[in-house]
Nanobody, 128 residues
Framework: VQLQASGGGLVQAGGSLRLSCAASGRTFSSNAMGWFRQAPGKEREFVAGINWRGDITDYTDSVKGRFGISRDNAKNTVYLQMNSLKFEDTAVYYC??????????????????????WGQGTLVTVSS
């Protein structure tokens, strides 16, 4: 099983990026997926989560109104649209997937240990 994250890069403050995370080796169409990020010297933090149908989403407060998580189950892919990027959004962004089917709990998913599968990370650098 592999989660391949892509779409990171260098962008000016106020700009936009769209991250993708394509899963292979198994389908996650019945599982929650999410995005985390880790800035240098900081712990990995929850950014956004989405349930298996895509009709329940959660965001950390600092990205609400700027980021949008979505998924395409036919493509086994989850996306993170990032708008109005700020310098403090600079981090390595990781996608994650759960194995519990038809389950979603923000109180659990806000923590990295709740996610069994992880992508390799994609670097987002926002210049001020």
């Amino acid at each position: 099983v592999q989660l391949q994250a892509s779409g990171g890069g260098l962008v000016q403050a106020g700009g936009s990026l769209r991250l993708s995370c394509a899963a292979s080796g198994r389908t996650f169409s019945s599982n929650a997926m999410g995005w985390f990020r880790q800035a240098p010297g900081k712990e990995r933090e929850f950014v956004a989560g989405i349930n298996w149908r895509g009709d329940i989403t959660d965001y950390t407060d600092s990205v609400k109104g700027r980021f949008g998580i979505s998924r395409d189950n036919a493509k086994n892919t989850v996306y993170l649209q990032m708008n109005s990027l700020k310098f403090e959004d600079t981090a390595v962004y990781y996608c994650a997937a759960d194995t519990k089917a038809y389950s979603y709990s923000y109180s659990d998913y806000a923590w990295p240990h709740a996610w069994p599968y992880w992508g390799q990370g994609t670097l987002v650098t926002v210049s001020s």
